[in-house]
């Protein structure tokens, strides 16, 4: 089975289950109405996915994009900077995985950090890191291998 098809098959049971089990009264209306735009968010949904889980470019910039969001602004920033003392860093840094250049907050205006080089392998990620590092005056020279 596709997530597609089960995806249809639920909606398709969910809606006429609620057409024959609904009265047909205002009520009854805004239960299939409703029971119709879900089962429109299923399918879309379905199709989001099958494109996304069979396209390695755009799965890398959905990843990307959804990373770069939610870590915009983390309420862990404390823990990470403070708590495990990234803020404190000094000298040569490699950074594995950074994505969009999270930990760079840590280091805003850090001149103790001499140069850095991330292993990124989702270059979508590139220009959220060079925003971040902008935006926090990380300095120092920097080297991403894509």
């Known amino acids: 089975f596709s997530v597609l098809t089960s995806t249809v098959l ?12 609904t009265p047909n009264n205002k009520l009854g209306m805004a239960i299939r109405v409703i029971g119709s735009l ?11 996915i099958g494109i996304v889980s069979r396209n390695d470019k755009i799965r890398a910039k959905v990843f990307a994009l959804t990373m770069t969001s939610i870590l915009k602004s983390s309420d862990l920033d404390y823990y990470r900077c403070d708590e495990l003392g990234l803020k404190d860093i000094e000298g ?5 995985g ?16 001499t140069e850095w ?17 902008q935006l926090h005056n990380l300095t120092c020279p920097r080297n991403a291998l894509w």
């Open 10 to 21: 639920t909606g398709s049971s969910i809606y006429l289950g609620a057409k024959k089990l």
């Open 38 to 48: 879900v089962f429109g968010m299923m399918i879309l949904s379905a199709i989001f």
């Open 92 to 96: 040569s840094v490699i950074e594995i």
């Open 98 to 113: 950074p994505g969009p250049g999270t930990n760079f907050r840590c280091w805003s205006n850090n001149t103790k950090i």
């Open 117 to 133: 080089l991330g292993v990124e392998p989702n270059n979508y990620f590139q220009e959220a890191q060079e925003e971040e590092a």
